[in-house]
């Protein structure tokens, strides 16, 4: 038995650059998702508490300033407006309160009062899975 190299053997060559186009566009997507849900959440001194419970996920995040702001998704909001979006995923989620979660966020250097409105007109439209969110100290 004879083993011999032949000439017309070749190597064959992978084109790479789809790959590396894959890459790329998987980066750029897990950069975005990340900034996204920063986003949510604005740098508020959050009142702290002592506690054992782990973060739900919420439907949607209220965030509410110093100075009484209510801040969504980085947009400034009326209440009516919040009330209007908050509704709307209602809608969205078959008109089940009890399938919406809602996270406020209140800056502890606040007052209360703001606080108190959004979440007496959330009752008003019957939603009723309202959290506030603590740090909890080190």
Do not use: C, H, W, Y
Not at 73 to 91: H, I, K, N, W, Y
């Amino acid at each position: 038995m004879r083993l011999s190299k032949r000439p017309g053997g070749r190597l064959l060559k992978m084109n790479m650059t789809p790959m590396i186009d894959i890459v790329f566009l998987l980066l750029i997507f897990f950069m975005t998702v990340t900034q996204v849900s920063r986003v949510k959440e604005e740098r508020l001194e959050l009142p702290q508490q002592a506690g054992t419970r782990d973060k739900e996920s919420s439907s949607l995040t209220v965030n509410i300033r110093q100075d009484g702001q209510l801040v969504m998704l980085g947009r400034v909001l009326q209440l009516d407006r919040l009330l209007g979006l908050v509704s709307e995923e209602l809608a969205r989620l078959g008109d089940d309160p009890r399938r919406l979660n809602i996270e406020l966020r209140v800056d502890q250097r606040s007052e209360s009062r703001a606080a108190n409105e959004v979440a007496k007109a959330l009752e008003q439209i019957n939603v009723k899975r309202v959290s506030f969110a603590v740090e909890v100290p080190r």
